[in-house]
């Protein structure tokens, strides 16, 4: 049965976070009392439909069912994890968290307040240890990043157990050691906020200029490898030490009004919000939401490559997830390695699976079986793989949105060097494609294939030794262009 969480507030933020936890395959409920809130969550839903499945490269769980309740009550009954997102107004957080305590008085209750310390949260609460801050960014579902904040009143274990849940949904969660107004982020967001403020009030720059000056520069430069780490490269071969002799006494000199705020008149505002319509007003938001997405699918696809930064934590989430999805079943027949959900996002213009998919299921199959004779990514890791050297593909159906496929697979010929396998892709126990591959072992420094060691031949040739008692498939060996009858 899926896991279910509590989602109260159903604006911009709940709205990501219920389709993180949906897409992770949690069940969710949501209350909001405003009757849009139902529009609202599903147009950012298919939003995260359409951006969260490119960042996996394995099979995403089947979605959560998401429901809207009726009342807090209701949408809390049963919750193992709840996250309140209400507007960010103290006495309001405080009746959200008291009509919640009133029936669930154990359950973990995150608040995604920008500002507010988890010890104000918890002011007159029946049970203040189970509230704390959990600060996600947006969009909730493509960025990792949830400051985690605690209170000295706060039960340990509990946040434990909380930044365990979030790794499981893909999150980043960052534990704030010490709880402070806005946290770590938003102390930054507010100093770089406050100073474009005045630029544009003192009618130096635009707001499209000052965006400029972001994304065509320091922008990207943070994104990864954050202040530190690029001060440091910045401080040239001395590093860290020459770079603050350098910058550090330019902190005196009146580069910055940080700590000065300017006064928030109709004027400024307007001003603003003039400029912003005139560097962005072309665009819906739901549309600028998905130029953000696809932006953002693009920088953290080439992170995750890189195993860096936040790539690493969508690497780290992708093998959290195969791991805890499923074990191969040995049996009599050829070997299940894997199983999986066809997604919105593997549909083609056809209406079925696009044929990419059925070769990633494929590899989805073929690797679970390499991990299963030793060839994991530890292996991987010391120069030595299996490469595939060539696949022949047969589709014997089409797979449809939401159905459940299982990858087979049967030895065919194994030896030191080579591994010959026929792969099927079933659906309710029949073929929906089949594929024969070579895969070839290789020591990857060389560039060469070689043997592979005896640790992995000692668990290989026994199942190959098994499999060749079982029938030949009748599509193994055959070629585009043959007869099937
Ligand atoms: N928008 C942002 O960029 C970020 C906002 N946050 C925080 O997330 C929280 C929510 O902010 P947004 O989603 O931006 O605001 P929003 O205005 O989009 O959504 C707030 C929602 O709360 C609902 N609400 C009001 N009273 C309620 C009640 N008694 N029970 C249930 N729902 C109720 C409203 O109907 C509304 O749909 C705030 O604490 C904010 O500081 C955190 C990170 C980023
Ligand atoms: C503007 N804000 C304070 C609500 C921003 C955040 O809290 C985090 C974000 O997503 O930028």
């Not at 530190?228 to 770079?243: L, Q, S």
């Not at 050297?389 to 697979?409: C, N, Q, R, S």
Request: aromatic letters at 8%.
């Amino acid at each position: 049965m899926a896991r279910k969480a509590a989602i109260i507030g159903g604006g911009v933020i709940g709205g990501g976070w219920a389709a993180r936890f949906l897409l992770n395959g949690w069940d969710v409920a949501v209350f909001d009392p405003d009757p849009e809130a139902p529009r609202k969550v599903g147009e950012v839903l298919a939003n995260a439909r359409a951006a969260l499945p490119a960042l996996s490269d394995g099979p995403m769980p089947a979605e959560g069912r998401l429901v809207f309740a009726g009342t807090i009550t209701e949408a809390v009954e049963g919750a193992e994890y709840i996250q309140e997102s209400v507007s960010e107004r103290l006495d309001l957080k405080h009746r959200v968290f008291a009509q919640i305590q009133q029936v669930a008085n154990t359950t973990p209750i995150g608040s995604s307040t920008s500002g507010f310390k988890p010890s104000e949260l918890q002011q007159n609460a029946a049970n203040p240890a189970v509230i704390f801050v959990a600060h996600p960014f947006n969009p909730v579902y493509l960025l990792p990043l949830a400051e985690v904040v605690p209170s000295p009143a706060s039960d340990p274990g509990l946040i434990e157990r909380v930044k365990e849940t979030l790794r499981e949904i893909g999150m980043f969660p960052l534990h704030v050691r010490k709880e402070i107004d806005a946290h770590i982020a938003d102390r930054f967001l507010e100093a770089v906020w406050r100073e474009a403020l005045w630029l544009v009030k003192d009618g130096v720059a635009t707001t499209e200029e000052i965006d400029e000056a972001i994304r065509m520069g320091f922008g990207l430069r943070w994104g990864q490898m954050g202040l530190f780490e690029t001060y440091r490269v910045a401080g040239g071969e001395a590093g860290m030490k020459h770079f603050m002799a350098q910058f550090g006494p330019c902190l005196q000199w009146p580069w910055t009004k940080l700590t000065d705020v300017p006064e928030f008149t109709d004027e400024l505002v307007d001003l603003i919000a003039g400029q912003s319509d005139a560097q962005s007003g072309a665009y819906t938001i739901r549309e600028l939401e998905r130029i953000r997405d696809q932006n953002l699918i693009g920088f953290l696809r080439v992170l995750k490559e890189r195993n860096w930064g936040a790539g690493k934590v969508l690497l780290d989430h992708d093998a959290r997830r195969r791991a805890a999805a499923f074990a191969p079943v040995v049996g009599e027949g050829p070997m299940v390695t894997a199983r999986m959900t066809v997604l919105p996002g593997w549909i083609d213009y056809n209406g079925h699976m696009t044929e990419s998919r059925y070769l990633f299921a494929a590899s989805e199959t073929s690797d679970a079986f390499l991990r299963h004779i030793g060839a994991d990514i530890a292996y991987v890791g010391t120069g030595f793989s299996y490469y595939t050297a060539e696949t022949h593909i047969m589709h014997a159906g089409e797979a449809k949105l939401g159905d459940a496929l299982t990858g087979t697979v049967q030895v065919l010929a194994a030896d030191e060097k080579r591994l010959h396998i026929f792969i099927r892709i079933l659906r309710d126990g029949a073929p929906v494609a089949t594929l024969e591959q070579m895969l070839l072992h290789v020591d990857m420094g060389k560039g060469k294939t070689c043997a592979a060691p005896q640790a992995i031949l000692d668990r290989l040739l026994p199942i190959a030794q098994a499999h060749a008692t079982l029938p030949r498939p009748e599509a193994a060996g055959r070629h585009v262009g043959q007869r099937t009858t």
